[in-house]
């Protein structure tokens, strides 16, 4: 004869069992984020119509939560691109690609985000380029 | 005739919860057998489901900002129950999934066939004079079962990184389902309550849903004139997810997933001889899901039974 009861005890101690969760909380480290730039390079020249490939390797010894890539203009301050990923991962590869509308001369900064687990901080990594009519 | 009293013990079935769209869902979606007839051994049904659910989250750049997101699911399943013994009950399950959605502007559309699921439930308790209306009767059944990876998993997407509710045909894992169903009548008058827990594992790309709880409260009525029976039902059903896991062996929980959902159900079953139909309607009625940045919609099951 099966003891309702107890089997009853049985099912809730799964349920609770099962209903405990760890989660890594590994202190966040910005400083353990690196961003290696393959495109563009620092000084690059890009002209009207170009197509300016955003790349770049970013990894970290933890969890990145997600990455911003922007590129904006230095001399207004526009962004003139700008896209975001939510991710779960210790490493990405960053590929965008955005065509240069710019007639007047300026310097561009691709700019990546990098938001970790565990924080509230977020670290960013530059680099600059210039556009020519 | 007889068989249509026969059939006043109405043992519910299981409550399980498939996770193809999780709370799934879906969402945070879910299944399950729900009331059905005994006065067959065995049943073979087709069924159909729509979830759906929206999504509007903050952008990670600009806090201002909003991205948003939508899937809407539906799910054919070929299911039915065969009589292992008095004792024993299976049941199986094999579904084919057609989500169509959108996800910040780019249209997704996924099908195929899902998770075969399969649950053996014993009969714990029935009773052997079950077609006398003038008492009170009681049945409670309990297992558990399987969930294969057998539907399409192409590794984690955006939505799963997102927190939403996965929208893929299958989920990459193999998971566990326990549960216990109760029922007890009195003169064609009703109650079911039913809970199921899922225990999820980790799928191949180390991701990992959110265990399930499953659970609801039925109150039903038997109606019943010649061959014909009509059991109309109402009543309220509670989900609860855990958070889901981006990496399991690494313990990344990803807090912006799972939650919690209240359902209020109603519906109606019709029997005719060896042939029955099902349709049943549910309204979120309380819900916090992923941060509150998902909101279920209503969902709609109807099925058709061949009894024998």
């Known amino acids: 004869m099966i003891n309702i009861p107890k089997s009853l005890m049985v099912f809730a101690s799964i349920l609770l069992m099962a209903s405990c969760q760890k989660k890594d909380t590994t202190p966040a480290d910005l400083s353990k984020v690196t961003v290696t730039f393959a495109s563009p390079l620092a000084g690059q020249v890009v002209h009207v119509n170009d197509t300016v490939q955003v790349s770049a390797e970013v990894s970290y010894n933890a969890e990145i939560i997600g990455v911003g890539i922007q590129i904006i203009d230095t001399a207004t301050s526009d962004v003139v691109f700008a896209e975001d990923h939510d991710l779960h991962t210790d490493h990405y590869s960053i590929d965008e690609s955005w065509v240069n509308t710019l007639t007047d001369s300026t310097v561009l900064c691709a700019k990546v985000t990098v938001f970790v687990a565990n924080s509230d901080e977020r670290t960013e990594r530059l680099t600059y380029f210039t556009a020519k009519p | ?308």
């Open chain 2, 1 to 308: 005739m007889r068989s249509l009293l026969i059939a006043i013990f109405i043992i519910a079935g299981s409550g399980y919860y498939a996770q193809a769209c999780d709370l799934c869902g879906c969402s945070a979606s879910s299944q399950y057998m729900g009331i059905l007839p005994q006065f067959h051994k065995h049943f073979i049904g087709i069924q159909y489901q729509y979830t759906g659910f929206t999504a509007d989250q903050p952008s990670l750049m600009d806090p201002a900002g909003h991205e948003r997101a939508y899937s809407f699911n539906n799910t054919m399943q070929v299911w039915g129950r065969y009589h292992v013994s008095d004792r024993l009950q299976l049941f199986g399950f094999i579904p084919y999934h057609t989500n169509n959605g959108d996800d910040a502007g780019s249209a997704f559309k996924v099908k195929g066939i899902g998770d075969v699921s399969a649950l053996l439930n014993a009969v714990i308790i029935k009773d052997r004079n079950d077609t006398d209306f003038t008492t009170w009767h009681q049945a409670l059944l309990a297992g558990g079962g399987i969930k294969a990876s057998t539907g399409k998993y192409t590794g984690i997407t955006t939505l799963d990184e997102e927190g939403l509710p996965n929208v893929q045909a299958g989920t990459g894992s193999w998971d566990f389902i326990v549960n216990a169903n109760y029922t007890v009548r009195h003169d064609g008058v009703g109650l079911n309550a039913d809970a199921a827990y899922t225990i999820t594992t980790a799928g191949k790309a180390g991701y990992k849903y959110g265990n399930r709880l499953n659970s609801g409260l039925m109150a039903f009525y038997w109606l019943r004139k010649n061959n014909f029976s009509l059991l109309p039902q109402a009543g309220i059903r509670y989900e609860y997810s855990l958070h889901d896991y981006d990496n399991y062996s690494r313990k990344w929980l990803n807090e912006g997933s799972g939650g919690t959902i209240l359902f209020g159900t109603v519906g109606l079953q019709a029997y005719y001889k060896r042939y029955g139909a099902k349709v049943m309607y549910s309204i979120p009625v309380a819900q916090h899901y992923a941060d509150n940045d998902v909101t279920v919609k209503p969902r709609l099951e109807t099925s058709l039974f061949f009894l024998f």
